[in-house]
């Protein structure tokens, strides 16, 4: 495995970009009700402008940022339908559009790749994304495993004013609850090479660097275990077969399926 893990899922293959879009103001409504400090700010600054339209090329462009970052050049239609959960044809209709704007180049029989402008664009919404979560665990406590869901709505309508004073008010966070880089204000990723747990022999120790934030059963279920990012992590044994791993984390030694294996990411000393 390759050290780039610029999406949200990495070596874990699950797509999970979509999100449920349903009553996406209620949800800003609900945070805005939740932290009163802010509320006035919240309320001034909050314009609900992503219309269907930019909503749907914000996460065309946010998908097809992490397939290049896991395919490392451009990616195919089918690539793109499969991530986003639509047809091979409305994903090719949306493809040209984002093509009209400038956002991604069609490489023949290549696929399509983002343009400046559109990685820009898969930066923006990311870095708003991250910030919206660790806002929304940090300040507001929500559960590691709800927040994403939340942040999959608001970072299409948070204001660039309202992104600085969260920023501001987190101390300019560099990592987002599941471990994943935030993007700079000058929309720089810095991200840190780190390899699946799944790719470790045994022997092999280091920091647990990040969780997919993908699914919500599997976070809670780390959760409880206490395991979380920043953890020091040592492989002990690890089965064959795709069979379970048996890994130190802190003081405890917990048996981990290969599923949730493929879902962490370990950074080892250089
Ligand atoms: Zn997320």
């Known amino acids: 495995m390759r050290g780039r893990f610029p999406g949200t899922l990495g070596c ?3 797509a999970s970009t979509a999100g449920h879009r349903s009553e996406p103001l209620q949800r800003v409504v609900a945070v805005v009700l939740l ?45 793109v339908a499969e991530r986003l ?3 091979p044809a ?19 029989y290549h696929g399509v790749e983002l343009t400046a ?7 923006r919404v990311l870095r708003h994304h991250r910030l919206l979560e660790t806002y929304l665990a940090e300040s507001l406590g929500m559960p590691w495993d709800r927040v994403h869901e939340e942040a999959e709505v608001l970072e299409h309508v948070l204001s660039e004013q309202l992104e600085t004073l969260i920023d501001t008010q987190l101390g300019h966070p560099t990592h987002d609850p599941h471990g994943d880089p935030i993007p700079s204000p000058e929309l720089v990723l810095e991200e840190r090479p780190s390899r699946c747990l799944a790719s470790l022999d045994a022997g092999a120790a280091g920091v647990l660097a990040r969780v997919s934030d993908a ?25 064959p077969f795709d069979g379970p791993l048996f890994v130190r984390v802190g003081d405890d030694v917990h ?16």
């Open 255 to 270: 048996v981990l399926g290969a599923e949730l294996a493929r879902a962490i990411r370990v950074e080892l000393p250089a």
């Open 90 to 108: 409305s994903a090719s209709g949306m493809l040209r559009r984002l093509d009209d704007l400038g956002l991604v180049a069609h490489r023949r």
């Open 215 to 239: 699914q919500p059963a599997m976070l809670r279920y780390l959760a409880e275990r206490g395991i979380a990012p920043g953890a020091r992590l040592e492989v002990l044994e690890r089965q």
């Open 117 to 123: 402008e559109g990685r820009r664009l898969a930066l």
């Open 85 to 87: 959960g639509v047809t």
């Open 35 to 79: 932290e009163p400090r802010f509320r006035h700010a919240i309320i001034s600054l909050v314009a609900v402008r992503g219309t269907e339209f930019s909503v749907a090329i914000e996460d065309y462009a946010k998908a097809i940022f992490a397939l290049q970052g896991d395919a490392d050049g451009p990616v195919t239609t089918t690539a």
């Open 12 to 14: 874990h293959m699950a």
